[in-house]
């Protein structure tokens, strides 16, 4: 039984339905968990950060996973990992920017369906204003370098620099100078920017008189916003991401119909069409502005351009043949959805055979600009699920696709759990499982470089989020697991906990204290770097 989504976007607004609607349920899966927690053979009472590590000193009561810090303290070094390696961490300018209806800035689809549905967001009120980034940025700039990184993953707002998403509707010019300052800023402190052109949010204009990505038209508006990116800031930015997690979009809001601003009645059929339209129409966004970038950019500015997707390990839920090709189908209709047409030019077969004719058709000339249209791949990564063959769609939910025929589960068949339940990420914590991924890519897209553009954990059952203690044992697992993947031989070129300060995680709003420097709604927005920011610091700076 399910209590989480694969999927961070999702996740903690899945999870209180789901509490709310089956709390007998939860409780008992959670019970049961726990009781296979305890009685593990690695089980301690207590662990201690000594003072000179982190500067504070904590007990933990329960964690058991936490284990012997100091030997996640120090594995992996830094220095064991390639010289001009990027460690960074990320944000997207929706999630903390603020400043919603000034500088200039047209409406977003986000500012929209939050006014129109305030109950259902958490923090709905913070919407405006968020993080106020853009007034703080400077300030902001300073924590990153506080940290000790070489990178900083930034998206920019497409609403900023062209409010009604058209360059024929006006280029905002304090918007664009809005990013020039902050790239400059980074620059200057030596933090490498790594830019995404479109992460979830774009202009109402484009939703209200195209219907989003659900036409094809949006292509050439999405090459007028890259071009004039390129153009601007091309000269100092070296890596750019397209388009972020475009599965997670289809999934959520086009297949499952969370906030969906043109619904399709498929619930009852299950036959459901507008998400492969969608991330259809997101590769062919990628695509043309990867050409663009490569014809009229590449040469001068010497940058590399590539695309971001959601990433799990599906394991299979039983040794039996049936799950084990149920995992190998959930992989296909998640990664390959995206990986396989901008490697080689077309779906997973697999795809075509179960979708049939809602799946769109590339034709030969788009095919041609699609294979090979990326020169990275980057992978969000958070946590990992068993697969379960299942036939009737009835029974797949949450964010599944109903298409795959499969299920994805956090127990397996014999009730064991993959890796370990943090309880106040309330995630299922695999590190393996982003080994594995790296290893999928490799040897199934000819050994890409891949950043690892998102992977953390949030921290939102502790009462103090300054203590988040437990991140540090997921992200040095996690970490441990790059290196083992680049000592394989998978060309990782970087590594970004998601967040580096709290972030708006739309429904979910603030409530998940998702960010490495905590920022104080109660104190004047103060930031502040979390416990496990300060590690990531020391395992940075030795
Ligand atoms: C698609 O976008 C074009 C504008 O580029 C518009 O004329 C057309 O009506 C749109 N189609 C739909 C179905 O919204
Ligand atoms: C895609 O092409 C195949 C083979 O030509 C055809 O059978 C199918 O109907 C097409 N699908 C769509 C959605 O046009
Ligand atoms: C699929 O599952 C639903 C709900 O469990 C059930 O009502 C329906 O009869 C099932 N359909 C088939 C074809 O087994
Ligand atoms: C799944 O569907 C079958 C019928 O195909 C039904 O018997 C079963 O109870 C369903 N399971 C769940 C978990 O809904
Ligand atoms: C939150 O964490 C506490 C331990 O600090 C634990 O007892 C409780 O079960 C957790 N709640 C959830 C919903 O995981
Ligand atoms: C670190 O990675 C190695 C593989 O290189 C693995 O054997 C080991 O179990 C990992 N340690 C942890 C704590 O994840």
Redesign the pocket.
Known sequence: MEILSPLRFWKTILTILY?ALFPSLSARV?DSH?HKTFSSSDFVTSFRLSTAQIGETTTS??DSSLGDLQKFYHFPKRKSFPPNFLFGAGTSALQVEGAASQGGRGPGIWDDRINRNKGAFIDGDKFPTMIQHYKRYKEDVQHLKYLGINSYRMSISWSRVLPDGTIKGGVNQEGVDFYNHLIDELLENGITPFVTILHFDYPLAIQKNLHGFLNSSIVNYFKDYCELLFKTYGDRVKHWTTVNEPQIVGLFTYMHGYDNDDPEPCQATKLCKQAYTVVHNYILCHATAVKLYREKFQATQGGEIGLVIGSESFEPYSSKSEDVAAAERLTDFFIGWILDPVVYGDYPKIMRELVGNRLPNFTEDEKKMVAGSTDFIGINYYTSHFAKHETNKTNITLSDNYDALARSEDFNAEGKALGY?D??G?TFVYSEGLYNILQHIKKEYQNPKIYITENGIPSF???NPLKDIHRIKYLATHLNYTKAAIDNGVRVGGYFVWAAFDTFEFRAGFSQNWGIIHVDFNNNLKRSPTIAGKWYKRFLNT
């Open positions: 509490v959670q726990l009561p329960y339940l309880k106040r309330h059952n502790i009462t």
